[in-house]
């Protein structure tokens, strides 16, 4: 069947006769989904949120606030781009202008829907624009939400160990639901369903990082109908592979994110001075939608989406996009290279950075890549012979980043990298020399960029999301930073080199110790570990790879818990709320600290570590990896 299109007074109507798909004219906003047999897959009767959209969120220029003002993006003008048997692209736009200021983000949006013949899904992508004759702003947010039948939709899918029947959007108001301390996360204390009684429901439980956030979506069991949000490509996200977004979660809601400052804070705004130009497109991704005759077989519907996600992998960069802003195959190129690692108080040559994250972003300092929104990135992993190549690079100026586990620090390529339409670059031999001044004396986890590998507690049992039970995601539980104050109430961690054990001993996150109603204080660890002959004169390195910091202040002191001022401070840092919101990670900081051998002794020494602000229990850090090196062993 070839497609039709279908123009009423205020919607216009995509059928390709597998699914049927109506929006607003010319708002471009989603109305109705039709497929398998349901006449709409979406919910129309929310309070709030309805249907599919897009939307942003935006502050005025000088804002250092993440949240600003909802912006529901509709369009003023349709446009048919496209249309002929095998193919219907439209286009929603919006011009900002004068007589709107204020009340929308100053940017030109054009909004494509794109449905193929025969294809059980379509395709949506957005071109933004910022003018010289625009004000400047903050650009907050941006994504596609989708708002599915609630009546339908009950079980989530978000990767293959985390999926389950979910609780309904009831379940999480008053008085079925009552709110915790954290405004997204909810108890349901007395849902429709008694099996999620007792349980913990938040969004952020389900967040995911962008290398993994392929494919996300619901399945309906009568009929049995998937509904799948597809991103092909990580090009178009900010912040990098690491970068955690939301997903799926209760309502039920599905969401493809392009720009947000979760898990990192306001680095990651896009923030526009009046007049600079600016352009970007987001997308194309793919809402997919699948079914099978028997309601016994729907879970394999995950199956198939993940099957389906490959090929559009593979499809990328598409073909049928009709914005001359989005390049095709031929109009991209690509780089090839070798990368290597040497430190030489490990290996004495280099060896291959194996399973090493490679990618081209905007040009910047080593390490920039991770608070990057404006342009666009691409990534790779290393080869066991520390080969790697990345294809379909869009043109554009560019620095080469690396990063490798097992290795602190950053890597970056010092020739600006230069892309232009069929090129293929071959960068060389490259070797990345990670920070060290000496051996090493002691060492405290691995440098992952993650606090994965310390103590996660169990969760109190009030505080239950039974998914993450026996999970290796269990830090993904609701309330874990209290359980530093069940498990230290009245003396701060203590960890002794050579005799503790980082897994079991060392808090996933150093966080507040609650006192009282609504009263925190400071927390200091202790590192206590020997020297046997401290090398008079000598400088000794302690290195603190930081996993995470929201709204926090580390001081380092060694041997005078006292000192003041102490020996090093990083002054207030971080807003990631990783710690809040049940991440293991958010933004990698990396600081050195120079020891002087006359502040340690022959014997016993120790290092205090304290995050120094108390005003909340969400403050604190999460460590990567701290190493004390001697002072060097060269003559």
């Given at each position: 069947m070839?497609?039709?299109t279908?123009?009423?007074?205020?919607?216009?109507?995509?059928?390709?006769?597998?699914?049927q798909?109506?929006?607003?004219?010319?708002?471009?906003?989603?109305?109705?989904?039709?497929?398998?047999?349901i006449?709409n897959l979406?919910?129309l009767?929310?309070?709030?949120l309805n249907?599919?959209?897009?939307?942003?969120?935006?502050?005025?220029a000088?804002?250092?606030?993440?949240?600003?003002k909802f912006?529901?993006?509709?369009?003023?003008s349709?446009?048919?781009i496209?249309?002929?048997?095998?193919?219907?692209?439209?286009?929603?736009?919006?011009?900002?202008d004068?007589s709107?200021?204020?009340?929308?983000?100053?940017l030109?949006?054009d909004?494509?829907?794109?449905?193929?013949?025969?294809?059980?899904g379509?395709?949506?992508?957005a071109?933004?624009?910022?003018?010289?004759?625009?004000?400047?702003?903050?650009?907050?947010?941006?994504?596609?939400?989708f708002?599915?039948n609630?009546d339908?939709?009950?079980?989530?899918?978000?990767?293959?160990?985390?999926?389950?029947?979910?609780?309904?959007?009831d379940?999480?108001?008053?008085?079925r639901?009552q709110?915790?301390?954290?405004p997204?996360a909810v108890l349901?204390?007395?849902?429709?369903e008694?099996?999620?009684?007792?349980?913990?429901d938040d969004?952020?439980?389900?967040?995911c990082?962008?290398?993994?956030?392929?494919?996300?979506?619901?399945?309906?069991?009568?009929?049995?109908?998937?509904?799948?949000?597809?991103?092909?490509?990580?090009?178009?996200?900010?912040?990098?592979?690491?970068?955690?977004?939301?997903?799926?979660?209760?309502?039920?809601?599905?969401?493809?994110?392009?720009?947000?400052?979760?898990?990192?804070?306001?680095?990651?705004?896009?923030?526009?001075?009046?007049?600079?130009?600016?352009?970007k497109?987001?997308?194309?991704?793919?809402?997919?939608?699948?079914s099978?005759s028997?309601?016994?077989?729907?879970?394999?519907?995950?199956d198939?989406?993940?099957?389906r996600?490959?090929?559009e992998?593979?499809?990328?960069p598409?073909?049928?996009?009709?914005s001359?802003d989005f390049?095709?195959?031929?109009?991209r190129g690509?780089?090839?290279?070798?990368?290597?690692?040497?430190?030489r108080?490990?290996?004495?040559?280099?060896?291959?950075a194996?399973?090493?994250?490679?990618?081209?972003?905007?040009p910047?300092?080593?390490?920039?890549?991770?608070?990057e929104?404006?342009?666009?990135?691409?990534?790779?992993t290393?080869?066991?012979?520390g080969?790697?190549a990345?294809?379909n690079?869009?043109?554009?100026?560019y620095?080469?980043y690396a990063?490798?586990?097992g290795?602190?620090?950053?890597?970056?390529?010092?020739a600006?990298?230069?892309?232009?339409?069929?090129?293929?670059?071959?960068?060389?031999?490259?070797?990345?020399?990670?920070?060290?001044?000496?051996?090493?004396?002691?060492?405290?986890?691995?440098?992952?960029r993650?606090?994965?590998e310390?103590y996660?507690?169990?969760?109190?049992?009030?505080?239950?999301?039974?998914?993450?039970?026996?999970?290796?995601?269990?830090?993904?539980?609701?309330?874990?930073?209290?359980?530093?104050?069940?498990?230290y109430?009245?003396?701060?961690?203590?960890?002794?080199?050579?005799?503790?054990?980082?897994?079991?001993?060392w808090f996933?996150a150093q966080?507040?110790?609650?006192?009282?109603?609504?009263?925190?204080?400071?927390?200091?660890?202790?590192?206590k570990?020997n020297i046997?002959?401290v090398v008079?004169g000598?400088?000794?390195?302690?290195?603190l790879?930081?996993a995470?910091?929201?709204?926090?202040?580390l001081?380092?002191?060694?041997?005078?818990?006292?000192?003041?001022p102490?020996?090093?401070?990083?002054?207030?840092?971080?807003?990631?709320?990783?710690?809040?919101?049940?991440?293991?990670?958010?933004l990698?900081?990396?600081?050195?600290?120079?020891?002087a051998?006359?502040?340690?002794?022959?014997?016993?020494?120790?290092?205090?570590?304290?995050?120094?602000?108390?005003?909340?229990?969400f403050?604190?850090?999460m460590?990567?990896?701290i190493?004390?090196e001697?002072?060097?062993t060269n003559?």
């Amino acid at each position: 069947m070839a497609i039709a299109t279908t123009k009423l007074q205020d919607l216009v109507v995509i059928d390709n006769g597998v699914i049927q798909l109506t929006l607003t004219n010319p708002g471009g906003l989603i109305r109705g989904i039709r497929y398998n047999g349901i006449d709409n897959l979406l919910e129309l009767h929310n309070e709030d949120l309805n249907g599919g959209f897009w939307d942003l969120n935006w502050s005025e220029a000088g804002s250092a606030k993440t949240r600003g003002k909802f912006d529901t993006i509709e369009g003023t003008s349709l446009r048919v781009i496209v249309e002929n048997e095998e193919q219907i692209e439209l286009s929603f736009t919006r011009t900002w202008d004068p007589s709107v200021q204020g009340e929308q983000a100053p940017l030109r949006i054009d909004r494509r829907f794109v449905m193929l013949r025969g294809c059980p899904g379509f395709y949506s992508y957005a071109i933004f624009e910022h003018l010289e004759d625009f004000p400047g702003f903050n650009l907050n947010t941006t994504r596609i939400a989708f708002m599915l039948n609630k009546d339908k939709f009950h079980y989530m899918a978000v990767a293959d160990n985390r999926q389950r029947y979910m609780p309904l959007p009831d379940d999480r108001l008053p008085p079925r639901g009552q709110q915790l301390a954290y405004p997204e996360a909810v108890l349901l204390v007395d849902p429709v369903e008694p099996e999620f009684k007792g349980e913990v429901d938040d969004k952020y439980q389900y967040s995911c990082e962008n290398k993994d956030n392929r494919v996300h979506g619901w399945i309906c069991f009568d009929p049995p109908v998937g509904f799948w949000q597809i991103t092909p490509s990580n090009e178009f996200r900010n912040g990098g592979p690491f970068k955690q977004d939301l997903t799926s979660h209760v309502n039920p809601t599905t969401l493809a994110i392009f720009v947000t400052s979760h898990y990192a804070g306001e680095d990651l705004l896009l923030k526009f001075q009046p007049g600079e130009i600016w352009k970007k497109v987001f997308g194309p991704v793919f809402i997919y939608l699948n079914s099978v005759s028997d309601r016994d077989d729907a879970l394999s519907l995950w199956d198939d989406a993940k099957e389906r996600m490959k090929i559009e992998v593979e499809s990328w960069p598409y073909s049928f996009a009709a914005s001359d802003d989005f390049p095709k195959s031929n109009q991209r190129g690509a780089i090839r290279g070798k990368l290597l690692v040497h430190d030489r108080y490990i290996t004495e040559d280099a060896i291959p950075a194996e399973a090493a994250y490679v990618g081209l972003a905007r040009p910047g300092d080593s390490g920039s890549w991770q608070r990057e929104s404006k342009g666009y990135q691409f990534w790779t992993t290393v080869d066991k012979n520390g080969y790697f190549a990345i294809n379909n690079i869009r043109t554009g100026n560019y620095n080469l980043y690396a990063w490798v586990p097992g290795f602190i620090g950053d890597y970056k390529f010092e020739a600006a990298l230069t892309i232009n339409p069929g090129c293929d670059i071959d960068v060389g031999e490259l070797t990345y020399k990670p920070p060290r001044n000496g051996p090493t004396l002691w060492e405290i986890g691995t440098p992952t960029r993650s606090a994965s590998e310390f103590y996660v507690p169990d969760p109190n049992p009030l505080y239950i999301n039974k998914l993450y039970v026996n999970h290796p995601d269990r830090f993904r539980q609701y309330g874990l930073w209290e359980r530093y104050t069940d498990l230290y109430p009245e003396k701060d961690l203590v960890y002794t080199v050579g005799v503790s054990d980082y897994r079991k001993d060392w808090f996933y996150a150093q966080v507040t110790r609650r006192i009282g109603n609504n009263a925190y204080k400071s927390t200091t660890w202790q590192i206590k570990f020997n020297i046997d002959n401290v090398v008079s004169g000598g400088t000794y390195t302690l290195r603190l790879a930081l996993a995470s910091a929201h709204n926090s202040k580390l001081e380092v002191r060694v041997n005078d818990a006292d000192a003041n001022p102490p020996l090093f401070s990083t002054g207030v840092i971080g807003g990631d709320n990783a710690i809040a919101r049940h991440g293991i990670h958010g933004l990698y900081w990396l600081f050195n600290v120079d020891i002087a051998a006359a502040q340690l002794m022959q014997g016993e020494n120790t290092i205090y570590l304290t995050q120094a602000r108390s005003s909340s229990p969400f403050q604190g850090i999460m460590y990567d990896y701290i190493r004390l090196e001697c002072p060097s062993t060269n003559s």
